[in-house]
């Protein structure tokens, strides 16, 4: 039970310091809606996911208010699309994706994901469907989100995929010009990713998990800068006193959100899955993952220090939030999505916050380059080879890391691009110039697990 300073302490955090749940996601198995034959695929899949997420928003809402805690958002994550509609070609897998947006509409959700491919190993028909059918799928639909996991630590990575990913990205940015490329916002390339996240794009239900589930992502950068402040103003604090002051943080922030989606999962009928711990930021004052770099020191996130910052508030975040929570999934950790928080966006507008120091921080967070708007003219090879590092940090650290990446047509580095809502906007970052990774890209195939994936 909290105790009664716990319980202050706690409507201090919602009332000045935007305490929220940031989403309650709902996954559903589409695996017993497999068919090959569209129309009765398409009607099991709107039936099922309608019948199942019918009550999920009215329910958030309920639960919510009577905590006094919002769930800000609603989303369901589905099993993974290449696979359950593997039989289809690239025209039924856009119309797949058409049904997915229509049963997320009259669900009143904010996402739905799912519409995912695993493809770390090697490319079946239906990933090869669904990956071609990406711009036009997202294009054509408002709700539908995607990821497409290219690397494992146990198989390496797959090179022709991520060539593939490269020529998809700028395929999907030309499709969706006139919004700024917005279709890249919802696509995600993982390696190792997991199979609970309640976070978009990147959220799918796995072949492990039940036939219906709820996983919730927590939030609160803004509570853990404001508890930072306060320990800093009291007296002088070491590095190790700051960590705790996380760690406790963390703790209070996760029972926050399992008791809500413990309560969300009782009241629908269904299993409560995991806490995804994840620092989400939006891009408002106050609710910022950059913020809090400052109130250890730095000048700015990107500045030198930052890695040894962002890995001490990833590490102390996840301490915290696992002995708070016997079930802790999904990526769990501190996210720094570019366009997403408003003072990351203000350190890579100011060119503080540089691409390569970006990626270098991405050893140590809990999932890779995110949100980052590039010019548009740059080479479908290049995007391939920033993914192809990105996917090597995580083979080899054995850790998830992605790339949302979008190349936003027409404008140059220096421009500023608005994706609008949670997504937030962002100078366009420059990529460095003056050589090619073409040759590199084209050789294709696999590279090789690390030896330490050998453990049985």
Do not use: W
């Not at 799912?114 to 799928?137: N, S």
């Not at 639909?141 to 060539?163: H, K, L, P, Q, Y």
């Not at 949670?422 to 195939?445: C, D, H, K, N, T």
Request: net charge negative; proline share 5%.
């Amino acid at each position: 039970m909290l105790t009664d300073r716990e319980v202050i302490s706690t409507l201090n955090m919602l009332r000045n310091e935007h305490l929220d749940v940031r989403t309650v996601t709902l996954g559903i198995s589409l695996f017993d809606c497999a068919s090959d034959d569209f129309d009765r695929f398409a009607t099991r899949v709107h039936d099922k996911i309608s019948r199942y997420a019918e009550h999920l928003v009215a329910t958030c809402d309920e639960v919510g208010e009577k905590y006094g805690i919002p769930v800000v958002n609603k989303r369901i994550s589905i099993s993974p699309m290449a696979v359950v509609g593997a039989p289809f070609g690239p025209d039924e897998m856009v119309k797949a994706a058409q049904v997915l947006d229509a049963a997320a509409s009259n669900a009143g959700v904010d996402f739905l994901g799912g519409f995912t491919a695993l493809v770390e190993k090697g490319m079946t028909k239906g990933d090869m469907a669904l990956i071609e059918a990406l711009p036009e799928a997202l294009a054509t639909t408002n709700r539908v989100c995607s990821s497409i996991n290219v690397g494992s630590s146990r198989s390496g990575i797959n090179m022709d995929a991520v060539a593939l990913m490269g020529d998809t990205i700028v395929k999907i940015a030309d499709r969706s010009a006139d919004r700024d490329g917005i279709g890249c916002a919802k696509l995600v390339v993982f390696t190792n990713i997991p199979q609970d996240v309640p976070f978009m794009a990147g959220a799918y239900l796995g072949t492990g998990e039940p036939d219906v589930v709820i996983n919730v992502g927590v939030s609160g950068p803004g509570v853990v800068k404001k508890a930072i402040d306060r320990a800093m103003a009291t007296k002088s604090r070491s590095l190790g006193d700051i960590a705790d002051v996380i760690k406790r943080t963390a703790f209070k922030v996760t029972r926050v959100g399992e008791i809500i989606g413990r309560e969300v999962a009782e009241r629908l009928g269904v299993p409560f899955g995991v806490a995804d711990l994840s620092l989400a930021p939006a891009p408002q004052v106050g609710d910022s993952v950059g913020e809090i770099f400052q109130s250890v020191g730095l000048s700015s996130i990107g500045v030198p220090g930052s890695t040894a910052v962002l890995a001490m508030l990833n590490d102390a975040v996840k301490k915290g939030g696992a002995f708070a929570s016997s079930h802790v999934g999904g990526l769990s950790g501190a996210f720094i999505p570019v366009s997403e928080d408003l003072n990351i966006a203000e350190a890579a507008a100011k060119g503080i916050l540089t691409l390569e120091k970006l990626e270098a921080m991405t050893s140590v967070c809990s999932v890779g380059l995110d949100m980052v708007a590039i010019p548009g003219d740059t080479p479908a090879t290049t995007i391939a080879a920033i993914i192809a590092d990105e996917m090597a940090i995580g083979m080899i650290n054995n850790k998830t890391t992605a790339v949302r990446i979008i190349p936003v047509p027409g404008k140059k580095a220096g421009d500023t691009v608005s994706f609008g809502g949670l997504l937030g906007e962002s100078a366009i970052m420059p990529v460095p110039a003056g050589g090619s990774s073409e040759q590199f890209i084209r050789l294709g195939g696999r590279i090789p697990a690390p030896i330490h994936s050998l453990k049985n």
